[in-house]
Nanobody
Framework: QVQLVESGGGLVQAGGSLRLSCAAS????????MGWFRQAPGKEREFVAG????????YYADSVKGRFTISRDNSKNTVYLQMSSLKPEDTAVYYC??????????????????WGQGTQVTVSS
């Protein structure tokens, strides 16, 4: 099992930027497909972005494409989510997750076996 700890959330005005970090410990980090998800109050958890083992392939939800960038540094066991041009509708708890099985980046939360505790992102209008 891999342990994940997110950081970097906070309050930001619309149009601003934040960078989330997710530090991993436990099993070799470089073997996991990593993803970022978010959950707003009263809504289901939704896929935001995913990245392959090597970082060569990335995938984004349509709602964040062009504004968010996922990256990873396997030497630091860390995955990042750079968020720009933030909107009030981006307000949610953001979670990073590790996909234990398979090499493909998928978008269903059910495919990811390890989760962090989440970090709150609030975008004011």
């Amino acid at each position: 099992q891999v342990q994940l700890v997110e950081s970097g959330g906070g309050l930001v005005q619309a149009g601003g930027s934040l960078r989330l970090s997710c530090a991993a410990s436990g099993r070799p980090f470089s073997r996991y497909v990593m993803g970022w998800f978010r959950q707003a109050p009263g809504k289901e958890r939704e896929f935001v972005a995913g990245i392959s083992w090597s970082g060569s392939s990335t995938y984004y939800a349509d709602s964040v494409k062009g504004r968010f960038t996922i990256s990873r540094d396997n030497s630091k066991n860390t995955v990042y989510l750079q968020m720009s041009s933030l909107k009030p509708e981006d307000t949610a708890v953001y979670y990073c997750a590790a996909k234990v099985l398979g090499r493909e980046v998928t978008t269903s939360p059910r495919d990811f076996g390890s989760w962090g505790q989440g970090t709150q992102v609030t975008v004011s209008s």
